[in-house]
């Protein structure tokens, strides 16, 4: 195995000292230019590599951000991911992306390891933990960028990054109202969602400016995939024929519902009209295509990015409570 080449190996080649290659591989001043491009010349000859660990030590930063989802499969968070990698890499900085399968024992164990990584700030998405647990542990980070989830109070070093919810339900409730729908059921996603009590709000708050009456019986917790949305779509619709739209916690959500009523006959939209959230790929390709709340996900990520990065430059006028309205995109899932 050859022997990796380290700084005194460039040093020595190029004729410089420890620091003039220090200064090289770091783009600092105190050289000139022609033996900059020298050292690092000699240093890409080499293979040589500057130490990730003594680059850490030195300038007390990881150039890493940590990222963590609850569900790396689904397409809503891995657009976010895309959107705050992109530009992570142009600023130079690595993203180290944990996973937490909804499950709030993991997640535990993932803040805990972004701790220990050092990493410079954190990304959070959706996360589970009640608030006093979170608080405690975004304390621990330099900074912080929760998506999709509130402070009680704002903190200098933490910023949020929010869809707004009702909105987007309301918005799916006036198109059902206008379409002449009565009986609206929800698939709420999961109990422990913040997300999910939003849209509920909003959806309630909807129904009730449509003179719509509100059944507790059509609203339906489940988990927030395809195999969710279709067990608790079965659950509603089997045996009654009065619900005639419903609203889905997100797109998967969604396609588990069409899959329901297909299994049970019934026709989509005739019969019953369904919108989800999120508008992922998926939702223009599906048959029949999807009708949804279209959120641009690559822009959460890339603004958690962004006030990342003001942050770390000292910029005073951050805007640390910011939210992107959702837009409802019409397609064969619902009528006209």
Same mark, same amino acid.
């Given at each position: 195995m050859?022997?990796r080449?380290?700084?005194?190996?460039?040093?020595?080649?190029?004729g410089?000292?420890l620091?003039?290659?220090?200064?090289a591989?770091?783009?600092?001043?105190?050289?000139?230019?022609?033996?900059?491009?020298?050292?690092?010349?000699?240093?890409?000859?080499l293979?040589?590599?500057?130490s990730?660990?003594?680059?850490a030590?030195?300038?007390?930063?990881?150039?890493?951000?940590?990222?963590?989802m609850p569900d790396?499969?689904?397409p809503?968070?891995?657009?976010?991911?895309?959107?705050?990698?992109?530009?992570?890499?142009a600023?130079?900085?690595?993203?180290?992306?944990?996973?937490?399968d909804e499950?709030?024992k993991?997640?535990?164990?993932?803040?805990?390891s972004?701790?220990?990584k050092?990493?410079d700030?954190?990304?959070?998405?959706?996360p589970r933990?009640?608030?006093?647990?979170l608080k405690?542990?975004?304390?621990?980070?330099?900074?912080t960028?929760?998506?999709n989830?509130?402070?009680?109070?704002p903190?200098?070093?933490?910023v949020?990054?929010?869809?707004?919810?009702?909105?987007?339900?309301?918005?799916?409730i006036?198109?059902?109202? =206008?379409?002449?729908?009565?009986? +609206?059921?929800?698939? $709420?996603?999961?109990?422990?969602? /913040?997300? %999910? @009590?939003r849209? #509920?709000k909003?959806f309630?708050?909807?129904l009730?400016?449509h003179?719509?009456?509100?059944d507790?019986?059509?609203?339906?917790?489940c988990?927030?995939?395809?195999?969710?949305?279709?067990?608790?779509?079965?659950?509603?619709?089997?045996?009654r024929d009065?619900?005639t739209?419903?609203?889905?916690?997100?797109?998967?959500v969604?396609?588990?519902?069409?899959?329901?009523c297909?299994?049970?006959?019934k026709?989509?939209?005739?019969?019953v009209?369904?919108?989800?959230f999120?508008d992922?790929p998926?939702?223009?390709?599906?048959?029949p295509?999807?009708?949804?709340?279209r959120?641009n996900?690559?822009?959460?990520?890339?603004?958690?990015?962004?006030?990342f990065?003001?942050?770390? =430059?000292g910029?005073?006028n951050i +805007?640390?409570q910011? $939210?992107l309205?959702?837009?409802? /995109?019409l %397609? @064969?899932?619902? #009528?006209?």
């Amino acid at each position: 195995m050859n022997k990796r080449p380290t700084i005194s190996d460039v040093a020595q080649a190029a004729g410089v000292s420890l620091m003039s290659v220090s200064r090289a591989m770091n783009n600092r001043p105190g050289l000139s230019e022609e033996t900059r491009k020298k050292i690092l010349s000699i240093a890409d000859q080499l293979g040589y590599r500057p130490s990730g660990v003594a680059r850490a030590l030195a300038t007390k930063r990881s150039s890493t951000v940590g990222l963590m989802m609850p569900d790396v499969t689904n397409p809503f968070f891995s657009q976010i991911a895309k959107g705050a990698e992109d530009l992570a890499y142009a600023m130079g900085y690595n993203i180290f992306l944990v996973n937490t399968d909804e499950d709030i024992k993991r997640e535990i164990k993932a803040l805990h390891s972004l701790f220990e990584k050092q990493v410079d700030g954190v990304i959070l998405c959706s996360p589970r933990l009640p608030f006093d647990q979170l608080k405690k542990h975004i304390e621990h980070f330099q900074f912080t960028a929760l998506i999709n989830r509130e402070l009680n109070s704002p903190r200098s070093d933490c910023v949020t990054i929010n869809i707004n919810d009702a909105y987007g339900s309301a918005l799916a409730i006036k198109h059902f109202s =206008n379409q002449g729908h009565k009986k +609206i059921a929800f698939l $709420t996603g999961p109990e422990e969602s /913040i997300s %999910r @009590e939003r849209r #509920l709000k909003g959806f309630i708050q909807a129904l009730e400016t449509h003179s719509i009456p509100y059944d507790e019986n059509l609203v339906l917790p489940c988990s927030p995939d395809t195999t969710g949305g279709y067990h608790a779509a079965t659950a509603l619709l089997s045996g009654r024929d009065d619900i005639t739209a419903i609203l889905s916690f997100n797109d998967l959500v969604a396609f588990g519902a069409i899959q329901a009523c297909d299994e049970l006959g019934k026709d989509i939209p005739n019969q019953v009209a369904v919108i989800g959230f999120d508008d992922i790929p998926l939702a223009s390709i599906m048959k029949p295509k999807l009708s949804t709340l279209r959120t641009n996900k690559r822009e959460l990520g890339h603004r958690a990015m962004q006030a990342f990065r003001a942050y770390t =430059n000292g910029e005073e006028n951050i +805007i640390r409570q910011q $939210t992107l309205e959702p837009t409802l /995109i019409l %397609r @064969e899932s619902t #009528l006209g």
